[in-house]
């Protein structure tokens, strides 16, 4: 049976690490989170964020508007944001009900972008120059290095697949290719999928259709990592079929439990790096 890859106790681990360090900062970092519309899985992962902030004596600002709202009124705020000194990240929660995401992003000082979505922080990871990474692919990195950890060092993982869109799937090749992992992406739609991933030492995963990897889907002994979340009556889902795939798989990370809180735990250091960019620039 594979191995469960615990995403809430490496996070709260890493949260600690990051409340110690806070501790001995003479200014403490603050983020700002805008959040539009009602949605209610998007006001319950800012919740997470907020309290994960809080427990790291990390400010939290939020700043709430209706689905409605014109662009221009939210970039104002971005605007106000990107110069006030006591705010060291800016995070838009996405997605966003009508409003232009990638506009929003743009608007964001690449040294506040918290998320690593800004393309100045995307084109400085594709081309190995310091930055912010995204918060999600470096919770599902570190995933990836306890799997390999707990499976032995020793064991050659250096193929991998994503399954997911290419802006999901960019960060996350970058970031493996820097430790000699091949990834390829694979398209959910594929007629080939199964044959393209059942032969990835490592299988990450970020649709949104549950049950869209099966068993035969995996290689024996591979590293799976589930991305996916669909909320069905009040139970959150990956794309994993979970009864299938842990005979199989080497290592797995669960859902919910797994990149979740994994991603709030690297949002915290991306919020204290940038508050070391600012420092610095
Ligand atoms: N919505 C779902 N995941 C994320 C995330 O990591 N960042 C933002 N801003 N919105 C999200």
Not at 21 to 31: D, E, Q, T
Not at 33 to 49: E, F, N, Q, T
Not at 88 to 96: A, D, E, H, M, W
């Amino acid at each position: 049976m594979a191995i469960l890859l615990d995403g809430r106790a490496i996070g709260a681990r890493i949260r600690e690490k990051v409340k110690e360090r806070v501790a001995r900062m003479a200014i403490k970092p603050g983020l700002a989170v805008l959040l539009v519309g009602d949605d209610p899985a998007s006001h319950l992962y800012v919740s997470l964020k907020r309290k994960a902030c809080e427990e790291a004596n990390i400010r939290f600002e939020l700043f709430l508007y209706p689905a409605n709202e014109p662009e221009a009124v939210i970039l104002a705020k971005v605007d106000e944001l990107n110069r006030r000194e006591d705010i060291t990240g800016i995070l838009v929660q996405l997605p966003l009900p009508s409003q232009d995401a990638n506009r929003m992003i743009a608007h964001i000082h690449p040294n506040k972008d918290v998320d690593g979505f800004h393309k100045e922080n995307v084109r400085a990871l594709s081309e190995g120059r310091p930055g912010i990474v995204s918060a999600l692919a470096l919770g599902i990195l570190k995933l990836i290095d306890e799997g390999r950890g707990a499976l032995g060092r020793g064991t050659q993982k250096n193929r991998a697949a994503i399954v997911g869109s290419s802006l999901f799937a960019e960060p996350i090749r970058y970031l493996l290719a820097e430790q000699n992992v091949f990834a390829e992406r694979v398209d959910p739609d594929d007629a080939e999928l199964a044959t393209k991933t059942n032969v990835s030492d490592i299988l990450i995963v970020g649709v949104g259709r549950p049950g869209l990897i099966t068993g035969i889907c995996v290689k024996p002994g591979a590293i799976v990592i589930d991305v996916g979340t669909t909320k069905i009556d009040e139970q959150v889902i990956g794309d994993v079929d979970a009864l299938s795939v842990e005979p199989i798989a080497g290592a797995m990370s669960p859902v919910p439990g797994g990149v979740g809180p994994m991603t709030v735990a690297m949002l915290l250091l991306n919020i204290l790096k940038a508050a070391e960019l600012q420092k610095t620039s």
